[in-house]
């Protein structure tokens, strides 16, 4: 077999393939095999017709496309192979010559993987950012304990505050008439949390138990509901009842009551502790994307705007897997979320071209500077995967060799030890 590729624009070229005839007249073979089976000829039992009679009567033609179906995906496997080309969708194949007695040859129009053009990915200046761990960090976690363990009580007599629980009915109303989704009864809204459009939870503030409201908002101009984005309308509401958090006291006991602790002081020391790791890890997160930011940032890519949509397939099924796990399907949640699976894809395709670049960015340093993955340090990541996993490290091995034979883990090492080496060759900003 021969292959010659020719680089063209965008990213495609014309990848010309050459069979040998042996092989060509094998397939055929196969193919007479199979299509033989199924003919019915005349003084034959089905499936023993004889080649040349077979040829003579249907023509040696007639085997061509099975013969093709045989041919074509080894050949090209092999051509891409030879070549050293990284296709990145499926080919166009244009049958150049299928004769009996001569070679193949086809031509396949292919779109390869981009080669990135590097910019500057040593040196790189982060901008330095303040994780230290401050007193009212440690306020603001025992304030959402205190929240944790507090109780909802109905407010007898006053006004509704932010951050209480209005137990409301409200109707919607556009240019006089109710519109459809616009109408709930003894509906529990927590005053401040933004579930309702802008400036609703606003005007209820202030309100007493068994007062009625009129209160005129607009929709926002990116609403899902395309007859109500942008347009002002007016909701008549009724309040019920006002519920508000009443907190317990942060004591000693209160410390015993959510903690192993015995003292405040002793449990706001392991506050303390715990978001000062947690600081360090996000500080170490927050440089880490920063180099990655700047590297992708100043690589030139020729991006295929295939490979950006197989990076949205990619999200799309990892978002419909997370929502499987809550117990719903994207068909109930395009019906929930006013999409489709259009606007959907629209909204991933941002993130899935950064994706995309910021991977093909990390390959090309990774290649540049020649970063290997030894096999201790497959070791070591099996190891790590296993004890975070709670299985054994020989069970850990066999998935990912059922996988992907140990490539995805490898890839997985050799990006890491990329950042590291841009991490390791920062500098703080001037």
Known sequence: MKANWEKQ?????????????????????????????????????????????????FGVESL???????????AYSQA???TGIEPVDRPEV???????????????????KPEPQLGQYKGLEVEEKDFSVKPEDIDEELKKM????????????????????AIIDF????????????KGEKFDLEIG???????FEDQLVGMKPGEEKEIEVTFPEEYHAEELAGQPVTFKVKLHEIKRLNLPELDDEFARDVSEFDTLDELKEDIKNKLEEKAEQDAENYKREAVIEKATENTTIDLPDVMVENEVDQMVQEFAQRLQMQGMTLDIYYQYAGLNEEQLREQFKEDAEKRVRTRLT??????AENIEVTEEDVEEELKKLAEMYSRDVEEIRKIFMVQDGMEGVKNDIKIRKTIDLLVENSKPAA
């Open 171 to 182: 109707e919607g109303f556009k240019d006089g008439e109710p519109f459809e989704g616009g």
């Open 94 to 112: 244009d049958i150049e010559q299928m004769e009996k007695g001569q070679p193949l040859v086809f031509k396949a129009t292919v779109t390869v």
């Open 146 to 165: 205190q929240e944790r363990q507090g109780e909802l009580e109905v407010v007898e007599e006053g006004e509704l505050q932010n951050g209480d629980h």
């Open 362 to 367: 990390l390959e090309a340093i990774a290649e």
């Open 9 to 57: 624009e965008n990213n495609q070229g014309i990848l010309t393939v050459e069979v040998d005839t042996d092989q060509v007249d094998r397939a055929l073979d196969q193919a007479f095999k199979k299509v033989v089976k199924k003919v019915n000829v005349p003084g034959f039992r089905k499936g023993k017709v004889p080649r040349k009679l077979f040829e003579a009567r």
């Open 64 to 74: 061509y496309q099975d013969a093709l179906d045989i041919l074509l995906p080894e």
């Open 193 to 199: 949390s933004g579930t309702f459009i802008p400036g």
């Open 80 to 82: 891409v192979e030879e």
